[in-house]
């Protein structure tokens, strides 16, 4: 058997983390087994559906690095198939067409909830004669179609993550609608949990992994398969994504979108690692830090925790962080380059900008760090209040203007380290301070503050553009 699993998000919204976890742990399972990771657009909303969110969809997940093995199916393309999914229900007296109005089903609640009764609905039109039928047709009334639930019946599933799984179909809430409403010739648009279940079977899926904010639906749609005689996959419920408060990840908890997290500065490969320590951990012997081949070759649900996995700021920070810092300056400097020329920066040429890339990987947590710490480079920066103060030392400006006269007599290359150690120490000496104070007073002069990173390839990226002297005459 080929294992087959898939991803079946819908086109209302940008991709958002919870779902991008769960294409991360059917991604990893079906590399591990040597199967297939399917892509399906469930776009039956149609008012909420937008072409530009399955693009969204589409490019988040190749940034992810997520490749999927067939074209993606097109719900909406299948809707024959569940049209018919549905007459055969109610060809077999497993569905029927219900005619209860929106009022009557409200008051039909309000009783409920004056009694204190859970919701739920009450089978009423399950058992109409013909003449029934007819005198609710004839009354003008639309019907949703509903599929029979016996409420004696209990659920048993084996589940990847959680084992032994059971359901009392007494709790799923009466007889549930699979269609919505339409005239009584008719069928109307098939509902989430039916074409789930005809979609998976044709897609001959043998493994649903999904968050367990799915188990309701699980057993709704084993009930599903079973009086379509289709058979059934296995079925893996994820733990949620929580915030530290142990609530489900919301947009209050601040960016949630993969398309955000990329914005932000967040790398491919911290993400993908990232969401799959959320609720995964690791084999003994094996380091936090990996990419998605690495764990795909150990991934197994086995592993899969059961309690949320809280979300941690500080450890996708730090992840990132890992992946930025061993990256080699050409590859950042392919990274860094658009964002500094959407800040109106350009290169003045490229083994500068492999140079600057390589000088500020270090210090970088995320990519857009890269757009402040390199602003002094392109733009002369403001003296803050260290900078002035160290200025202000005896002697600082002294040696400075020392050290300005031998550039302007001849200026320095930024490349002969020993010739730039000499400078220094020449202007410590003619100024009569030690050459740290001229190594600090010079950080002001070309940074404007006291922070930075190292001097010497700072003042060398700097000489070879003509900023150095330019930096060291406003401090004069």
């Known amino acids: ?15 958002h983390i919870g779902t991008a976890r769960t294409a991360v742990f059917n991604w990893l399972f079906a590399r591990n087994q040597g199967g297939e990771f ?19 969809i589409l490019e988040g997940l190749t940034w ?28 077999q007296g497993l569905a029927y067409r219900c005619y209860a109005t929106d009022a009557e089903l409200e008051e039909m609640r309000e009783s409920q909830r004056a ?12 058992h109409l004669s013909a003449d029934q039928e007819a005198s609710f047709q004839k009354e003008g009334r639309t ?33 549930m609608v699979i269609a919505r409403r339409a005239p009584a010739d008719q069928i109307g648009d098939p509902l989430y949990n039916l074409v789930v279940v005809v979609d998976d079977a044709s897609m001959a899926i043998t493994h649903v992994i999904r968050g367990e904010d799915h188990i309701a639906n699980t057993a709704k749609q084993l009930l599903l398969y079973q009086a379509l005689a289709l058979p059934l996959p296995e079925f893996a419920h994820t733990p949620l994504i929580l915030n530290p408060e142990g609530k489900k990840l919301s947009k209050r908890d601040g960016v949630t979108s993969i398309n955000d997290f990329k914005s932000k500065g967040y790398t491919a490969e911290a993400m993908t690692n990232y969401m799959t320590l959320l609720g ?11 990419n998605l081949q690495q764990a795909a070759e150990v991934f197994s649900f086995g592993r899969v925790n059961k309690a949320g996995a809280k979300f ?40 500068w900008g492999l140079a600057l890339a390589e000088l500020l990987g270090p210090s970088l947590t995320l990519l857009n760090d890269g757009i402040e710490q390199a602003r002094p480079f392109f733009e002369e920066p403001p003296l803050q209040a260290d900078g002035n103060k160290q200025l202000d030392i005896d002697g600082a400006r002294s040696a400075l203007g020392s050290l300005l006269e031998q550039l302007e007599a001849s200026p320095w290359d930024g490349d002969d380290i020993p010739r730039a150690q000499q400078l220094l120490s020449d202007a410590a000496q003619a100024a009569g301070v030690k050459k740290g104070v001229v190594m600090k007073s010079l950080r002001a002069a070309l940074l404007g503050q006291l922070q930075g990173p190292d001097l010497l390839t700072t003042w060398g990226l700097l000489a070879r553009v003509g900023q150095d002297r330019l930096r060291l005459r406003r401090c004069l």
């Open 38 to 56: 399917l892509l399906r657009i469930e776009d039956t909303d149609k008012e909420r559906s937008r072409p530009e969110f399955t693009a969204n």
């Open 1 to 15: 058997m080929t294992v087959r699993v898939r991803l079946a998000p819908s086109p209302t919204g940008s991709l």
């Open 115 to 126: 009694k204190g009764l859970p919701p739920r609905h009450d089978n009423r039109h399950r």
């Open 280 to 290: 995964w951990s690791v084999p003994e012997g094996m380091e936090e830090r990996f």
């Open 64 to 91: 992810l690095g997520l490749s999927w093995d067939e074209q993606p199916v097109i719900q909406s393309e299948r809707i024959a198939s569940h049209h018919a999914a549905i007459q055969s229900l109610l060809d």
């Open 312 to 351: 941690d700021w500080d450890k996708l920070n730090w992840l990132n962080a890992q992946v930025l810092h061993g990256w080699d300056p050409a590859k950042l400097l392919l990274a860094l380059e658009p964002l500094w020329s959407a800040a109106g920066w350009d290169l003045p040429d490229q083994d």
């Open 143 to 175: 019907a949703v179609v509903r599929f029979r639930i016996n409420d004696a019946e209990t659920i048993i599933w084996k589940d990847l993550v959680r084992g032994s799984m059971q359901w009392s179909s007494s709790d799923l809430g009466g007889d």
